[in-house]
């Protein structure tokens, strides 16, 4: 059986996603997709693998919140204080294992 993990491995192999839209392919919830994606970049770093991430965006002023260590989407834009952001998106560069 597939586990989440290599579940999410392949999603975002074959294509960029943000924590919401892992959460509903891998079936978890997406406080649990944090700690998954966590795992899966000391994973990927082992193979010499990339998990790269997208950082967060600010739609109203296109602050980018670069400096977030975090896979979770932040809660405001400390630049305009507003709440209209772009979540983080994540996705997994083809390396030679
Ligand atoms: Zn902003």
Redesign the pocket.
């Known amino acids: 059986m597939q586990t989440v993990r290599q579940k999410i491995i392949e999603l975002l192999t074959e294509e960029e996603m943000d924590a919401r839209e892992l959460s509903r392919a891998a079936g978890i919830r997406e406080k649990e997709v944090d700690d998954h994606l966590a795992h899966i970049a000391r994973t990927l770093a082992g193979k010499g693998q990339k998990l790269s991430i997208r950082p967060a965006r600010?739609l109203?002023?296109d602050?980018v919140f670069k400096n977030r260590h975090r896979f979770t989407r932040p809660g405001r834009?400390p630049?305009?204080k507003?709440s209209h952001l772009q979540s983080p998106s994540f996705h997994i560069e083809h390396g030679n294992i």
Do not use: E, P
Request: charged share 25%; hydrophobic share 10%; aromatic share 12%.
């Open positions: 600010c109203s002023c602050f834009c630049r305009c507003k």
